[in-house]
């Protein structure tokens, strides 16, 4: 798919030249990039956090600063920064190097590049152009149209805004015509295509002929909020109308489309991530014109969910960043009851919760306006509550003296209590809630265990009919057996990206007869880096990697061991496919894992693979050696087998010459063969 219409010639696109690419490889630091989307926390010499691949409460996503790479065990994927951007963010690879390059203040170098040579762009980056198109646009409106300065302009000056933060923010304008903005993007040589299935534009077929098609702005009229990715990506807009026409909506959101998820977004992350990591706290608010507000005056950690109920995602959002949420409420009592359903669900996704609420009258967005960045601090820390004395307070007022109001009242908030994952968080709430409603803890543990029962319950029925349809699926397949010739190939791949340079002492085996004509193994020292030893021993065997990935990263290996003096695992990295790079990063990362245990605070001391690299070599090649003898005995068998009523006498003695090989070095190995 190509992003803009062809005029009927070979066009030339610019491609990102190869001085700049390895700069912003030799510049950009893994454990920074990644740190700007995780939450990331030092684990001895890496740092570990939660998976943004998946829902996790325990770290399993590791990044070490030493190999520049990063593993995520939960969901299998790994590589090296750029991986990661176009992993996490859908980049490409050259919108990625671009990412990096801004962020470092690289300047981007760029050659020609024709068509034919250039990869066709996919969709999703069609629609992120149009959408990064539109947000350039509706800020020229806003700055430059009369109309726009008259209308837009004066509205945000008037809500407070600075021209510093309306600019920060991307804030625009869309004219009160009905396709002034789709033509602009037609004549600037966007497609129709991708600004339909960015919500941009309306179409209207009329009478399926594409000539008579109608097309409309859908934020006619209105003021834009460009609402950004983690990584500052234009994923979709937020248009509030400034007229009264009752019929239309206050706010217009785009449509849900491939690039613009509104459940899995938050408004104003991408300028608060920073900030949410340093305080470690994350202000939650409901609207645009809070987030900007706030953040004008100088609290930067707050986001907003677009006046959406809150999911799950959003708050996993949060979670990579920080465990702590404080909300932010209107001083308008009726919406609150509605508003506090959502932190039962951040507190499911084990987050700590506290809850303030403005003076009657008063939001976010106008209490930010109207005091100093001191004042609005010192209020938000003092009327901060814990969620449950918030919940408590604000339930047994609508209870009253009604004896049955009073007793919904303690369930409901006992079930928020239940959905805590920490026991002894639980444990605490139920003591506090004991005194706030004056009611015993007894009672209260009791009524937690029997919503715990019934969700056990609940959990054990599930899992019965889980486990009756797996028993079908298990009787029906066969147990898989482990591809020992695949981890074999694999721990050859490890031990040269780890140790190819280092040079050891080996131990060679010749295989000579002694006096009495017995087949022998003979240990000769020799002195040799591990990727020669290695290449050496494999040559002599005639042994090919069978694997296809593993062949062509072994042969790239092998030939930079041996053209460059100081190997970097980096600059190796670099010069891979991205499909690549993901398995040899696994590859790096995998005895990683082990360190998620924390085994040295449980006082076990494993040994470092580097305290016995030559004996390792050997064995591994060793090992090798023995899967393919004891693989061409398995062949000469079924050949003899095959070949009812012939003469076999020379299979069956190069057969007894194997075995006697494989006995050897199996003994070697200290393997006893039955």
Known sequence: M??????????????????????????????????????LKKSGSNFKGLSPFSDERTPSFMVSPVKQIWKDFSSGKGGNVVAFLMEHEHFSYPEAIKFLAKKYNIEVEETEQSNEEKEQANERESMYLVS???????????????????????????RGFTEETIKKFGLGYCLDEWDGFTKAALESAYQLTYLERTGLTIVKDDGGDAAKKRMFDRFKGRVMFPIHSLSGRVLGFGGRILGNDKKAAKYLNSPESDIYHKSKVLYGIFFAKQAIAKEDNCYL????????????????????????ALTPEQIRLI????????????????????????????????????ICTFPEGEDPDSFAKNNTLED???????????????????????????????????????????????RIKREIYIQ?????????????????????????????????????????????????????????????????????????????LALKENEAGDLVLEPEVVEAKVYEKVFLDLQEDEIELSNSTFKSIYFQLIGKLNEEKEFSITDFLSGLDQEIVQEVS???????????????????????????????????????RCNLIKNRIEKLQKDTEDDHGQEHREVLEEIMNYLQLNKLLNAKLNRVLS
């Open 2 to 39: 190509v992003f803009r219409r062809s005029h009927g010639k070979a066009s030339r696109l610019p491609m990102i030249s190869k001085s700049t690419i390895d700069q912003v490889y030799e510049t950009a630091r893994v454990e920074e990039v990644i740190g700007d989307f995780v939450q």
């Open 132 to 158: 990064e198109y539109a947000q350039s646009y509706f800020q020229d409106i806003l700055w430059q149209s009369p109309l726009g300065k008259a209308i837009g302009l004066s509205y945000f000056k008037e």
């Open 285 to 308: 608010v409901e609207g645009y014109t809070d987030v900007i507000q706030l953040y004008q005056r100088g609290i930067h950690n707050v986001v907003s969910s677009s006046g959406t």
């Open 319 to 354: 979670n990579r960043l920080t465990k702590n949420i404080t909300v932010l409420f209107d001083g308008d009592a009726a919406g609150l009851r509605a508003s506090i359903r959502g932190i039962d669900l951040i507190l499911e996704q084990g987050m700590n919760v506290k």
């Open 376 to 422: 609005v601090e010192a209020y938000l820390k003092e009327n901060a509550k814990d969620f449950i004395q918030f919940k408590a307070s604000l339930l047994v007022q609508e209870a009253s003296n009604d004896p049955i109001k009073r007793a919904d009242t303690v369930r409901d908030i006992v079930n928020s209590i239940a959905k805590i994952p920490d």
């Open 432 to 508: 506090e809630c004991s005194q706030i409603m004056n009611i015993s803890e007894a009672v209260l543990f009791n009524t937690l265990a029997q919503i715990g029962q019934k969700e056990i319950s609940d959990a054990r029925k599930q899992l019965k009919q889980e486990q009756k349809a797996f028993d079908v699926v298990k009787n029906e397949t066969v147990q898989e057996k482990v591809d020992v010739l695949y981890e074999l190939e694999r721990k050859i791949i490890e031990l040269l990206l780890l140790y190819g340079n280092q040079k050891e002492r080996f131990e060679d």
């Open 586 to 624: 696994s590859i790096l990362m995998e005895e990683e894992k082990y360190v998620l245990h924390d085994w040295h605070r449980k006082d076990i001391y494993p040994k470092g693979k580097e305290h016995g690299i030559a004996q390792l070599v050997g064995e591994t090649i060793l090992t090798l």
